[in-house]
């Protein structure tokens, strides 16, 4: 999908998706998203910040910069940061070819972006990250993948179409094979969610 029908798609559903997201993000996300912030401090980015739903999980004195390709989802993060009393740093901004300088982030996270990243996209954006990254900083990546157990896959598979409907993703990415492909060195792989939704840390080596 091009990424200016992934920007008008999220411009669209921008209004919708926290009511959209609202039971996966209270019983299956809310809980993994600490785990992605866990000992990050520094100036970190968060990329593809949508509606700020890691917001709640800075840890305080984090010097946070959001990016995403919607104005209309920077706007809900705003929104959202104004409520929770968090000073946000927003930018509309596409995380393939950012603005920033080299290794100016101590660590940068990303959730359920790179499920929306087309696949031809996911090495360059690690090495977008590897470049703004500081040499010995982490990228946290957390994202779906198909199940290989046979009822969750074709579970994953009949959800497939509206998944790419709704929010322009997919759960065949494969992004944690593109991390040493891109240079960076894999620290951590492993499954928060049953086999699903996966927590991928890597290091950009110094
Ligand atoms: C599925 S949402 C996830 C939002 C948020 N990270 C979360 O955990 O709820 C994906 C977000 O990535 C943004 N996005 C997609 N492609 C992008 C790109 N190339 N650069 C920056 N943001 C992008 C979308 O606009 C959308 O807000």
New binding site residues.
């Given amino acids: 999908m091009r990424?200016g029908s992934?920007?008008a798609?999220?411009e669209r559903i921008?209004r919708f998706?926290d009511r959209l997201?609202r039971s996966f993000?209270t019983k299956r996300?809310r809980p993994l998203?600490p785990v992605l912030f866990a000992g990050l401090n520094g100036a970190v980015l968060?990329?593809?910040?949508?509606?700020?739903?890691?917001m709640p999980f800075y840890a305080p004195g984090t010097w946070v910069v959001g990016?995403?390709?919607?104005r209309a989802?920077l706007g809900r993060a705003k929104a959202k940061a104004a409520a929770l009393g968090i000073v946000a740093r927003l930018a509309q901004?596409?995380?393939?070819h950012t603005a920033f300088a080299d290794s100016g982030f101590d660590a940068a996270v990303?959730?359920?972006?790179f499920?929306?990243?087309a696949p031809d996209?996911q090495h360059p954006?690690l090495l977008e990250l590897k470049r703004i990254v500081r040499p010995g900083g982490e990228i946290r990546l957390?994202e779906y993948v198909y199940s290989r157990h046979p009822v969750r896959r074709f579970v994953q598979w009949l959800w497939s179409p509206w998944v790419r409907f709704a929010?322009?993703?997919g759960f065949d990415r494969e992004t944690a094979r593109h991390v040493s492909e891109a240079g960076l060195i894999m620290i951590e792989e492993r499954f928060l969610f049953r086999d699903m939704i996966k927590l991928i840390v890597a290091r950009v080596p110094v």
Avoid: Q
């Fill in positions: 990424h992934i920007r798609k999220y921008a998706y997201d993000e996300y998203r968060d990329a593809g910040v949508g509606t700020g739903c890691n990016i995403d390709l919607s989802m901004m596409d995380i393939r990303a959730t359920f972006l499920c929306v990243l996209d954006t957390l929010y322009g993703a």
